[in-house]
C-alpha cells in the first residue's frame, strides 16, 4: 500500500485495486485477440449505443440537471450535454475506429544482423490504459473504442458530474463486446468510489500501464503530480495566433474568429492574439468588430483599444492573462513589433499544444514553424484543427503536450508500445 492509499479506507483501497486486477488479468486475452473480433466488438458498441439513443438521452439529461444545480461553467456544461447529433457523432467515431488499420503486429523496422539474427520490432499493446476526465460522455466512448482497437483494456474515471451518462455508457459496451466473446473486464469504471478510487487507480502500480489525463488544468497537474504510474500529460491550451505583416485581413478575421468562437470551452481554443504592429490599423478594428459581434470578451492595452471600433468594450489587460486558459469567450490580444517577439511571447506563455502564425510572408512562416516548440504548429489554418479526427486518427485519447511516447492528437498508435524479436538458428555471443 502506498501513502496515498493509507489515507484512503481500506475497502476502497480493496475494492479498486479488485476492478483493476482483474481489468489487467484479462488483457494478454485483448492481446491475443484478432483484428476481426475488435472490430466486431466496435461494430457491436456502435449498433449498442445507437439502438439506445433515447435512454442515453435520458441518462445525460439526469446529469445536466445536477450539473446546472450546482453552477458550473458553460464550456463545462457544453462538453457534457448530449443531443441526438453528438450521440450519433460518437457512434460515427466508433466506427472509424474500427475502419482504421489495426496496428498491433505492425513491424516497425526489420533487419538481419551479421550473425544470421533476423531482429525486427513490431507493435504491441501497452496492457491496461487508465483515463481520469471530467465531464465529457465522449471521452468514455472514446478511449474505451482505442484501447480495444489497441488491443488494450480500459479503467475510466469520468467523474461525478457525468455519473448516469458514463454509467449507461460503460453498460452498453460492456453488453456488446461480451455479445462478440470479449471479457466485460476489458472495460471498466471507478465511478463508484469517487475521488478516492482516482486516488487509487493513480498509484496501482503493478496493473495500470498508462493513465491518461483530460480536463482542465487542475486536473492535470493533480494526477501528474500524485501518480506514482505512467502518465502522459494532456489538453492545457494556452493557444496563440500571431497575425503577421503580410497578413490578409479576411483571412486573419475568419481564422481568429473560428478559432475562438466556434466551440470556445476545448482546449485548441485560441486565448491569445498577437499582432505585427505594422499590422495592426489594418486588421484589428474588423477583427475586433468580429470577437465582439460573437459575444468574445477581449483583454487588451490602450493600444488595442485605441483601435477598437464604438461599441466594442475592452477590459485592461493583466499579466496573468496571458498565461490564461479561458475556456470561453474571451482573449487577450497584443501588439508586437514583430515576428520575434511573438516567438518570444509565445515561448514565455505557450503551453505547448498549438500555435498559428498568419501570413502571406512564407519565410516568416517556416521562420514561425521552425522556431515555436509545441505539439502542433499551423501555417493560415484554425488552431480548431488540432484533433484526432481532423488529423484522420479517428477519435483520440487526448492531446500531448509533452515530448515522450506520444505527441500531439494521441491515436490507436499512442496506446501500443514496440517489442524486439529476434530469430536465430543457435547463434551464442562470443
Known amino acids: 500500500m502506498t501513502s496515498t492509499q493509507a489515507e484512503i479506507h481500506p475497502k476502497t483501497v480493496r475494492a479498486v485495486t ?53 453552477e458550473i461553467p458553460q464550456s463545462s456544461l457544453d462538453r457534457l450535454a448530449l443531443d441526438e447529433q453528438r450521440i450519433a457523432n460518437i457512434v460515427d467515431s466508433v466506427r472509424t475506429v474500427a475502419a482504421l488499420p489495426d496496428p498491433v503486429g505492425e513491424l516497425v523496422e526489420g533487419r538481419t544482423l551479421t550473425n544470421g539474427i533476423q531482429l525486427y520490432q513490431e507493435r504491441v499493446p501497452l496492457g491496461l490504459v487508465a483515463a481520469i476526465y471530467e465531464a465529457r460522455p465522449n471521452v468514455t466512448v472514446d478511449i474505451a473504442a482505442l484501447a480495444l482497437k489497441s488491443g488494450n483494456t480500459a479503467v475510466l474515471r469520468g467523474g461525478n458530474l457525468a455519473k448516469s451518462s458514463n454509467s449507461l455508457l460503460l453498460e452498453l459496451m460492456r453488453q456488446a463486446i461480451v455479445a462478440v466473446g470479449l471479457p466485460k473486464e476489458a472495460l471498466s469504471s471507478v465511478d463508484e468510489w469517487g475521488r478516492d478510487g482516482a486516488r487509487v487507480l493513480m498509484t496501482a502500480r503493478d496493473y495500470v500501464d498508462l493513465l491518461i489525463p483530460r480536463g482542465g488544468a487542475e486536473l492535470i497537474s493533480t494526477v501528474v503530480r500524485e501518480s506514482i504510474v505512467p502518465v502522459i500529460e494532456t489538453g492545457v491550451g494556452n493557444v496563440h495566433i500571431f497575425v503577421d505583416q503580410s497578413a490578409p485581413v479576411r483571412m486573419a478575421t475568419n481564422i481568429v474568429v473560428n478559432s475562438k468562437t466556434q466551440r470556445p470551452g476545448v482546449c485548441n481554443s485560441v486565448e491569445t492574439l498577437l499582432v505585427h504592429e505594422k499590422a495592426a490599423k489594418r486588421v484589428l478594428p474588423k477583427l475586433l468588430g468580429a470577437l465582439s459581434e460573437r459575444g468574445v470578451v477581449v483583454h487588451a492595452g490602450p493600444d488595442v483599444a485605441e483601435l477598437a471600433p464604438d461599441g466594442v468594450a475592452i477590459r485592461r489587460v493583466a499579466r496573468r492573462d496571458w498565461a490564461k486558459e479561458y475556456l470561453g469567450l474571451e482573449i487577450a490580444v497584443k501588439i508586437v513589433a514583430g515576428l520575434d517577439e511573438a516567438i518570444e511571447h509565445i515561448r514565455s506563455y505557450s503551453s505547448g499544444h498549438t500555435e498559428v502564425i498568419v501570413t502571406n510572408d512564407m519565410a516568416n512562416a517556416d521562420a514561425f514553424v521552425s522556431a515555436v516548440d509545441a505539439a502542433a504548429v499551423g501555417v493560415n489554418v484554425s488552431t480548431r484543427f488540432t484533433d484526432g479526427e481532423e488529423f484522420g486518427l479517428g477519435a483520440e485519447l487526448g492531446i500531448s503536450t509533452q515530448k515522450l511516447h506520444a505527441r500531439g492528437p494521441m491515436g490507436l498508435r499512442a496506446l501500443t508500445t514496440v517489442k524486439w524479436v529476434m530469430r536465430g538458428s543457435g547463434q551464442v555471443r562470443e
Not at 483493476?20 to 485477440?33: C, D, I, Q, W
Not at 466496435?42 to 435520458?58: C, F, P, R, S, Y
Open 18 to 70: 479488485r476492478v483493476v486486477a482483474a481489468a489487467k488479468a484479462v488483457a494478454p486475452v485483448l492481446a491475443g485477440t484478432s483484428a476481426k473480433v475488435r472490430d466486431a466488438a466496435l461494430e457491436a458498441i456502435a449498433v449498442n449505443l445507437e439502438e439506445h439513443t433515447e435512454d442515453l438521452l435520458a441518462a445525460n439529461a439526469e446529469d445536466l440537471v445536477m450539473a446546472r444545480g450546482k
